[in-house]
Antibody, heavy 125, light 108 residues
Framework: QGQLEESGGGVVQPGRSLRLSCAASGFTFTNYAMHWVRQAPGKGLEWVAVTSYDGSNRYLADSVKGRFTISRDNSENTLYLQMNSLRADDTAVYYC???????????????????WGQGTTVTVS | DIQMTQSPSSLSASVGDRVTITCQASQDISNYLNWYQQKPGKAPKLLIYDASNLETGVPSRFSGSGSGTDFSFTIGSLQPEDIATYYCQHYHNLPPLTFGGGTKVEIK
């Protein structure tokens, strides 16, 4: 089925940077797209970013575009989220999630998330 | 971007009741819709994909329907372990993969 474990969260001052990691196990990491989803305290889910299985297609939510970068190291079965210029409204639990979908015909189709980590908390204050 | 409007935002029902949540997309998304369950303090869990397909291992009291812009999610007979917040999410075309605002289900 697969397991995901996030790390790297913590308390950081506004304007500073943080890098989150997500270690994958129990499935063939290189076969799957991967997502980051966040949840601010007491709020709903917000999709943040996705990368295709090979990192060639990457998308970010408008709220983080220009500040966050999603990447992956398929040799280490690890997903990353580099977060720069952090703001108070980035405070949230950040989940990594395995994505469904496929790439073909020159584009990728992302169908949602079927395996989730337990999340790592980022507090910007 | 496509917006997803979920209703109600919360509901209270008795054990054994039939519970229905609706989700409306701001444009036609065909059947490209997932439903997730999130229990307090836990990560979300995929329950239904392609609007009406039950994920493996999910109890059959959960179901989904709809296409185009209007969708519904039903718990056929509410159980105590179903206390959670439920989210719809579209995956039509390119990202963002927007979530609905969530529906918190409680026991009366």
């Amino acid at each position: 089925q697969g397991q995901l474990e996030e790390s790297g969260g913590g308390v950081v001052q506004p304007g500073r940077s943080l890098r989150l990691s997500c270690a994958a196990s129990g499935f063939t990491f290189t076969n799957y797209a991967m997502h980051w989803v966040r949840q601010a305290p007491g709020k709903g889910l917000e999709w943040v970013a996705v990368t295709s299985y090979d990192g060639s297609n990457r998308y970010l939510a408008d709220s983080v575009k220009g500040r966050f970068t999603i990447s992956r190291d398929n040799s280490e079965n690890t997903l990353y989220l580099q977060m720069n210029s952090l703001r108070a409204d980035d405070t949230a639990v950040y989940y990594c999630a395995r994505g469904r979908g496929y790439c073909g015909g020159g584009r990728c189709y992302f169908y949602g998330m079927d395996v989730w980590g337990q999340g790592t908390t980022v507090t910007v204050s | 971007d496509i917006q997803m409007t979920q209703s109600p935002s919360s509901l209270s029902a008795s054990v054994g009741d039939r519970v229905t949540i609706t989700c409306q997309a701001s444009q036609d998304i065909s059947n490209y819709l997932n439903w997730y369950q999130q229990k307090p303090g836990k990560a979300p869990k995929l329950l239904i994909y392609d609007a009406s397909n039950l994920e493996t291992g999910v109890p059959s009291r959960f179901s989904g329907s709809g296409s185009g812009t209007d969708f519904s999610f039903t718990i056929g007979s509410l159980q105590p372990e179903d206390i959670a917040t439920y989210y719809c999410q579209h995956y039509h075309n390119l990202p963002p993969l927007t979530f609905g605002g969530g529906t918190k289900v409680e026991i009366k």
